[in-house]
């Protein structure tokens, strides 16, 4: 995708039109993504409509992974999505069998921030943090679908300069998706 996922209000994701397999509510939009980054902060959906179509939506890890991404998993892969049916959250870290995630593989296709944003329409959306947006217009971020601790999952992280697809971000707070093709 080209554009930061935008689900918003409250509404509830099928398997006829996402890859849940079985039906996610997804919240309504939240001004808080918590301060806790243990169960109780984690194991909670959120979101923000961030009211900037260009920056889409924030989903904490738990909303992203449409419920599957939960505390107790440490590493691999969260097994659904919100992303729309044909679609899904990339992998990050190091999990899958060519040995780097397909954030790692997106970036490596470009060979350089430039060719990167021009290429994905990269927005600088920052993520929200808390009650508060960090990073706005310095660095956007994309979660995956990969665990790297029970507190953190796998993202790409970038600003006006460089791309860091190994980022690991507190699976509490909000950050933009991209769905990749299946």
């Not at 006829?16 to 939009?29: E, W």
């Not at 290429?119 to 956007?140: C, E, F, M, P, Q």
Request: aromatic letters at 12%; charged letters at 10%.
């Amino acid at each position: 995708m080209v554009k930061n996922l935008r689900l918003v209000g409250s509404r509830t994701l099928t398997p006829a039109d996402s890859d849940v397999t079985s039906s996610f509510s997804l919240p309504a939009s939240s001004d808080s993504f918590g301060t806790t980054n243990d169960a109780a902060g984690v194991n909670i959906p959120r979101l923000k409509d961030s009211g900037n179509a260009s920056y889409g939506v924030y989903y904490n890890w738990y909303t992203a992974t449409a419920g599957s991404g939960t505390y107790a998993i440490a590493s691999g892969s969260a097994a659904q999505s919100i992303c729309p049916k044909g679609w899904k959250l990339p992998t990050g870290g190091t999990i899958n069998t060519t040995g780097n995630g397909e954030f790692q593989q997106l970036y490596g296709a470009y060979n350089n921030y430039n060719n990167f944003t021009v290429t994905t329409s990269a927005v600088l959306s920052g993520y929200r943090n808390g009650t508060d947006y960090s990073d706005l217009n310095i660095a956007g971020v994309w979660w995956s679908n990969t665990a790297s601790t029970e507190t953190n999952g796998y993202g790409l992280s970038f600003n006006s300069s460089s791309v860091y697809p190994l980022y690991s971000g507190q699976k509490r707070c909000g950050l933009s998706v991209r769905c990749v093709a299946r």
